[in-house]
Nanobody, 123 residues
Framework: QVQLVESGGGLVQAGGSLRLSCAAS????????MGWFRQAPGKEREFVAA????????YYSDSVKGRFTISRDNAKNTMSLQMNSLKPEDTAVYYC????????????????WGQGTQVTVSS
């Protein structure tokens, strides 16, 4: 059974930083591209960042490019998202999942989602 556990969220002032972590188990996630998504209140879940299975390639949404950095440690089956220069519009629940490309978009590979971690950025 797939298990995805996100952590590291919190309340931070605009301009601050947070580091999110994702612990994956139940499958060999080291063979999959992994990614982060977020969902703000009243909005659909959206893609944030993705990283190839080897960690050699990374992809970001335009809204976070240059501010967020995704990384992974396959030996530990974990993934991280370093978020700098946070803005109030980054406020959302953040989720991780294995990802794949569908058309021109990154989408989750599984319908299963963890509980997410809340990030709140105050102005």
């Amino acid at each position: 059974q797939v298990q995805l556990v996100e952590s590291g969220g919190g309340l931070v002032q605009a301009g601050g930083s947070l580091r999110l972590s994702c612990a994956a188990s139940g499958r060999t996630f080291s063979t999959y591209a992994m990614g982060w998504f977020r969902q703000a209140p009243g909005k659909e879940r959206e893609f944030v960042a993705a990283i190839s299975w080897s960690g050699g390639s990374t992809y970001y949404s335009d809204s976070v490019k240059g501010r967020f950095t995704i990384s992974r440690d396959n030996a530990k089956n974990t993934m991280s998202l370093q978020m700098n220069s946070l803005k109030p519009e980054d406020t959302a629940v953040y989720y991780c999942n294995a990802v794949k490309v569908r058309g021109s978009s990154w989408v989750s590979m599984y319908d299963y989602w963890g509980q997410g971690t809340q990030v709140t950025v105050s102005s």
